[in-house]
């Protein structure tokens, strides 16, 4: 894949900065800047973000990170691969002392380190995407995202890159429920554009109470809880009663050996740092008709462990 970073303008004017010429004939529009968040972006955004992830892919110097991280979003994060863009971003962050995360980066290498987000924000920059490398990335959203919110303006058609008229981002989300559209005409203030906001909703993620789902193994928060205490895996009750467990004969099951039963506890400790750390990466999957988990048991101990009331899933 490649991003057109060359594209990108590390533009995007700060409170606190000295004001430049374009600065000032901007602030005349009604749609630039918080003007572009308020009318394009917030009316798409949930109520309640306190349990929620927002990402902002092309974040600029982190003006809409600094708004997201205002409505309480749980976890802000900016992807900007443009150095000029990125460092202004930082020091911003930094002299204001906001919390959320930047990544300096192209999406191709990051997303799928990044955890699965509530929305993933495109405002004015899905359009410098190579068109092979825009389906690409719309696939990667279906397990990656659960509402996407792209702010487009009105550009000369080339076939080369990611459409930015309408009917070419609908087409681009076939499959996706679109909740909404804002559609703002030219309106005569200075650097006025014809702007549209489309939100889509991913058919197959959702996001639920974390006790809805069927679970029921509360050994391995206990688990969790005595590995956050400082004791070793070997000695903890949840460790005993696998290896227990493993050493019974059975039709169904083998004996584990002590390397394998030591290699298994390893994977489950690094997947709890993994996911403490880094967040959920990977969706459960939920079989929707009795919300039995299918794929995610560890994972879902693990989040509930960490407090979180409700988690994504994918539905099966």
Sequence with gaps: MEFMTKNLSEYQYLEGEKETERDKLERGSKYWNDGKWNNFITPFLPINPTD????????????????????????????????????????????????????????KNCIDDLPVADVTLLANVHYYFLIDDWFWYIKKLRSKTHYCIIVTAEKRPNAKYAPSDIDGIRNSFKGWEEVGIIDIQKDGTPHSRH??????????????????LDNGNAQQRDFLKQLDQGIHYSRTDYYRRLKDYRKR?????????????????????????????????????????DMRIVDGNHRHEIIKYLGDISIIIEKV
Excluded at 69 to 76: A, E, G, N
Excluded at 101 to 106: F, P
Excluded at 195 to 212: A, H, Q
């Design 52 to 107: 929620k992830i927002f990402i902002d892919v092309g974040s600029n110097a982190g003006l809409f990170l600094k708004f997201a991280q205002d409505l309480k979003f749980k976890r802000v994060i900016g992807i900007e691969p443009h150095r000029g863009a990125y460092e202004r971003s930082v020091l911003y962050r930094k002299k204001n002392k906001f919390n959320y995360e930047i990544i300096h980066d192209e999406i």
């Design 195 to 212: 702007l549209t906001g489309l939100c889509f909703k991913n058919p197959v993620l959702d996001r639920v109470p974390i006790d809805s």
């Design 249 to 289: 004969t059975s039709s169904r099951q083998r004996i584990w050996s002590e390397d394998e039963l030591d290699e298994y506890m390893n994977e489950r400790i690094q997947l709890y740092h993994d996911v403490k750390n880094n967040g959920l990466k990977h969706p459960l999957k939920v079989r929707t008709k």
